[in-house]
């Protein structure tokens, strides 16, 4: 008979913070059991597939025990008992929170997690990371970050410095890898960076302000996911989750120990500084216009994200507040009935898992460069609309009047509703453009059939990576990868120009845009980067399907801005280190392929050119994205800041940049 592996392996960990669990009221509800997918080949530390936990404390230069979540003593307990004092449980911890994310991210995507490459020299360019360090005890600071350049999780920990002893004990130990959320925010910092390695270069104020965004909703709507939890937050708050409650907090242990009186981050309201009273945020419109520091913007589009739940959660309720009041949907005093609070913790937790998978599978539709929050928004329109035909409950208008309420607006929309922000289909205007497409489709169908059903993640990386670059069978044999594919077939087509925002034509000398050698024959052309080519497969609430192959193509002009104020290029082949006045402006385009149809379906550009100049076959960057660039980077926005700089060194483009150890220092 063959052995069967179990589906998962529970394990035992706090569903906020220890702090939670010194507390009568919510330490029953704190200490749970995670459920993370079965790797029946865990290593000590622990070391999976995903995952490689070293735990070496260099402040005391000691490495703690691994621990073996495998040895039958601790199977049999459900992992190790929650301590703040054993090294081991902290590993065990981060293990089964970054295993959780990595569950829900690939339930939405699809796919599997890749991690970002390493670039490395040499013809090869970059190294596949099988998988992601983890380190419980990195640093003696009250930090935790994600850095790009070790591709591993540094968490810290610190003497409490409370504002009141009554919120915590001061002078006590802090570890910021016993925090769900701090946990759950890194790794989404860390998955992101391996979708869009650009999201992490400050060209506009919303690009860092969304990577810290986009992780505290991850953090944030995981809490709903724990059904012991929501049920205690429902009946504290009888219903209400826009009250008050600990699932709308983030961080809770660190916020006060480092002396604040709320938590690190809260998405629905904060302590009023006088009152020490909590109060709901009452959008004023302005918000968008007016936060300019990473955190305090990216917290609008969390509220944002967070008003969308509570409309569409408050929606799904109605009826059982209908039945359980006679129809008057105001509720008596005392507690509510246990089953109506099962019934309503039910509808929150689909609400919020709903609102989840569309905030991760947005992530597809997004531009690789430069994103702004009114790009996530018809990322987020669009790939529900994909998935989900039938609104019937009006999630996409939750979100679009969310948006709305803090003056969030996608630039070029001429109206706001859900039809003008849905991307719309691509079409071609020629037919040469469509007969070069079904070229590149017929390409792509081949990579279809050989990465389909291959579960590997190195096998996919490999294989993708032969896809972009060309592959050789023998040492006849050479086939043409799909980066050389669009260099050929696209070098006369200004509509590809059009649509991707990108030169491809013999103009890139004078744009600022460097020099690359094709695949065939060494023949010298644009450079520009193939990223993330993949397969997508989802299924929708109805149970359709929805099959992509998915791409981005990026670019970049060097570009320099003179005394004048005029934009000018510098070429980049002679370039040995930039100026002050000189920076890269990138431009891109993730393109969106119907699986089964095998047409290109759309086309997300930031475009690096100016559009309306190659209509009139005029070859010029985006001049005032351009500048707004600069601006941002060295008048108006974080280049001015010394703190930032000490992090960037000689700006956002150096290689040795840690640019989350800054965001969350």
Same mark, same amino acid.
């Given at each position: 008979?063959?052995?069967?592996?179990?589906?998962?392996?529970?394990?035992?960990?706090?569903?906020?913070? +220890? &702090?939670?669990?010194?507390?009568?009221?919510?330490?029953?509800?704190?200490?749970?059991?995670?459920?993370?997918?079965?790797?029946?080949?865990?290593?000590?530390?622990?070391?999976?597939?995903?995952?490689?936990?070293?735990?070496?404390?260099?402040?005391?230069?000691?490495?703690?025990?691994?621990?073996?979540?495998?040895?039958?003593?601790?199977?049999?307990?459900?992992?190790?008992?929650?301590?703040?004092?054993?090294? !081991?449980?902290?590993?065990?911890?981060?293990?089964?929170?970054?295993?959780?994310?990595?569950?829900?991210?690939?339930?939405?995507?699809?796919?599997?997690?890749?991690?970002?490459?390493?670039?490395?020299?040499?013809?090869?360019?970059?190294?596949?990371?099988?998988?992601?360090?983890?380190?419980?005890?990195?640093?003696?600071?009250?930090?935790?970050?994600?850095?790009?350049?070790?591709?591993?999780?540094?968490?810290?920990?610190?003497?409490?410095?409370?504002?009141?002893?009554?919120?915590?004990? +001061?002078?006590?130990?802090?570890?910021?890898?016993? &925090?769900?959320?701090?946990?759950?925010?890194?790794?989404?910092?860390?998955?992101?960076?391996?979708?869009?390695?650009?999201? &992490?270069?400050?060209?506009?104020?919303?690009?860092?302000?969304?990577?810290?965004?986009?992780?505290?909703?991850?953090? /944030?709507?995981?809490? @709903?996911?724990?059904?012991?939890?929501?049920?205690?937050?429902?009946? !504290?708050?009888?219903? #209400?989750?826009?009250?008050?409650?600990?699932?709308? !907090?983030?961080?809770?242990?660190?916020?006060?120990?480092?002396?604040?009186?709320?938590?690190?981050?809260?998405?629905?309201?904060?302590?009023?500084? %006088?009152?020490?009273?909590? %109060?709901?945020?009452?959008?004023?419109?302005?918000?968008?216009?007016?936060?300019?520091?990473?955190?305090?913007?990216?917290?609008?589009?969390?509220?944002?994200?967070?008003?969308?739940?509570?409309?569409?959660?408050?929606?799904?309720?109605?009826?059982?507040?209908?039945?359980?009041?006679?129809?008057?949907?105001?509720? *008596?005093?005392?507690?509510?009935?246990?089953?109506?609070?099962?019934?309503?913790?039910?509808?929150?937790?689909?609400?919020?898992?709903?609102?989840?998978?569309?905030?991760?599978?947005?992530?597809?539709?997004?531009?690789?460069? #430069?994103?702004?929050?009114?790009?996530?928004?018809?990322?987020?329109?669009?790939?529900?609309?994909?998935?989900?035909?039938?609104? &019937?409950?009006?999630?996409?208008?939750?979100?679009?009047?969310?948006?709305?309420?803090?003056?969030?607006?996608?630039?070029?929309?001429?109206?706001?509703?859900?039809?003008?922000?849905? /991307?719309? *289909?691509?079409?071609?205007?020629?037919?040469?453009?469509?007969?070069?497409?079904?070229?590149?489709?017929?390409?792509?169908?081949?990579?279809?059939?050989?990465? @389909?059903?291959?579960?590997?993640?190195?096998?996919?990386?490999?294989?993708?990576?032969?896809?972009?670059?060309?592959?050789?069978?023998?040492?006849?044999?050479?086939?043409? $990868?799909?980066?050389?594919?669009?260099?050929?077939?696209?070098?006369?087509?200004?509509?590809?120009?059009?649509?991707?925002?990108?030169?491809?034509?013999?103009?890139?000398?004078?744009?600022?845009?460097?020099?690359?050698?094709?695949?065939?024959?060494?023949?010298?052309? +644009?450079?520009?980067?193939?990223?993330? /080519?993949?397969?997508?497969?989802?299924?929708?609430?109805?149970?359709?399907?929805?099959?992509?192959?998915?791409?981005?193509?990026?670019?970049?002009?060097?570009?320099?801005?003179?005394?004048?104020?005029?934009?000018?290029?510098?070429?980049?082949? %002679?370039?040995?280190?930039?100026?002050?006045?000189?920076?890269?402006?990138?431009?891109?385009?993730?393109?969106?392929?119907?699986?089964?149809?095998?047409?290109?379906?759309?086309?997300?550009?930031?475009?690096?050119?100016?559009?309306?100049?190659?209509?009139? $076959?005029?070859?010029?960057? #985006?001049?005032?994205?351009?500048?707004?660039?600069?601006?941002?980077?060295?008048? #108006?926005?974080?280049?001015?800041?010394?703190?930032?700089?000490?992090?960037?060194?000689?700006? /956002?483009?150096?290689?040795?940049?840690?640019?989350?150890? @800054?965001?969350?220092?």
């Amino acid at each position: 008979m063959k052995e069967s592996k179990p589906p998962f392996r529970k394990l035992r960990g706090y569903a906020f913070d +220890p &702090s939670l669990s010194l507390s009568v009221e919510t330490a029953f509800i704190n200490n749970m059991v995670y459920k993370v997918p079965w790797e029946k080949n865990l290593g000590k530390g622990p070391v999976g597939e995903y995952l490689e936990i070293v735990d070496f404390d260099p402040t005391t230069r000691k490495y703690y025990k691994p621990v073996d979540l495998n040895d039958t003593n601790i199977l049999a307990q459900d992992g190790l008992e929650p301590s703040e004092t054993n090294p !081991q449980f902290h590993q065990q911890m981060v293990y089964a929170v970054v295993m959780t994310t990595i569950k829900n991210f690939e339930s939405a995507l699809g796919r599997k997690v890749i991690w970002a490459s390493r670039r490395v020299s040499g013809p090869a360019y970059e190294e596949y990371v099988p998988r992601l360090r983890i380190y419980p005890h990195a640093l003696r600071d009250a930090n935790a970050y994600y850095s790009p350049q070790k591709k591993a999780l540094l968490f810290g920990y610190f003497e409490s410095n409370p504002v009141s002893s009554v919120l915590h004990m +001061p002078d006590s130990y802090v570890f910021t890898c016993l &925090s769900h959320d701090i946990i759950a925010h890194e790794v989404t910092h860390a998955i992101l960076d391996g979708m869009y390695p650009a999201y &992490s270069e400050a060209s506009n104020p919303d690009v860092l302000a969304f990577h810290e965004a986009f992780a505290d909703i991850v953090a /944030l709507f995981q809490h @709903f996911t724990f059904p012991e939890v929501l049920k205690h937050q429902i009946a !504290q708050t009888r219903g #209400d989750l826009a009250a008050q409650n600990l699932l709308g !907090q983030l961080a809770q242990e660190f916020g006060s120990a480092i002396g604040n009186y709320g938590s690190l981050r809260d998405a629905i309201g904060t302590i009023d500084p %006088k009152t020490k009273e909590w %109060k709901a945020y009452a959008p004023k419109g302005d918000e968008y216009n007016k936060e300019m520091e990473p955190h305090q913007r990216g917290s609008v589009l969390v509220s944002a994200v967070f008003e969308a739940f509570i409309t569409i959660y408050k929606s799904r309720v109605k009826d059982l507040l209908r039945i359980a009041t006679g129809g008057t949907c105001v509720l *008596p005093q005392g507690e509510l009935h246990p089953d109506l609070v099962n019934r309503l913790a039910t509808e929150a937790s689909k609400s919020a898992s709903h609102v989840l998978h569309m905030c991760i599978r947005a992530l597809d539709y997004c531009p690789p460069v #430069d994103i702004t929050f009114g790009d996530y928004l018809r990322a987020i329109i669009t790939a529900d609309a994909d998935l989900v035909s039938n609104d &019937s409950r009006e999630y996409r208008l939750a979100f679009i009047e969310a948006f709305r309420r803090r003056g969030i607006y996608p630039k070029g929309l001429k109206t706001f509703s859900v039809e003008s922000l849905g /991307l719309t *289909p691509q079409q071609f205007v020629s037919k040469s453009t469509k007969e070069l497409f079904e070229i590149i489709v017929k390409f792509l169908r081949e990579y279809r059939n050989a990465v @389909f059903y291959e579960t590997d993640r190195k096998e996919i990386y490999r294989i993708s990576k032969d896809y972009i670059g060309g592959k050789v069978y023998n040492k006849n044999t050479e086939i043409l $990868g799909l980066h050389s594919r669009i260099t050929f077939k696209f070098s006369d087509s200004r509509e590809f120009e059009q649509l991707t925002g990108l030169v491809f034509n013999n103009n890139w000398h004078h744009l600022g845009v460097r020099t690359s050698e094709t695949y065939k024959d060494k023949q010298h052309g +644009p450079s520009f980067q193939v990223q993330n /080519l993949r397969v997508v497969s989802r299924v929708g609430p109805q149970g359709n399907l929805v099959n992509q192959i998915i791409f981005s193509l990026v670019q970049r002009s060097g570009v320099e801005v003179d005394t004048e104020g005029k934009v000018k290029h510098f070429d980049p082949m %002679k370039l040995k280190e930039l100026k002050d006045n000189q920076f890269w402006l990138y431009g891109g385009c993730t393109m969106i392929f119907d699986l089964d149809t095998l047409e290109l379906k759309y086309a997300v550009s930031k475009p690096l050119l100016d559009l309306g100049k190659i209509k009139q $076959g005029q070859y010029r960057i #985006d001049e005032e994205r351009a500048i707004q660039q600069f601006q941002f980077q060295r008048e #108006d926005g974080v280049m001015h800041l010394s703190e930032y700089n000490l992090y960037f060194g000689n700006g /956002l483009h150096n290689n040795f940049n840690e640019p989350f150890a @800054f965001l969350h220092h």
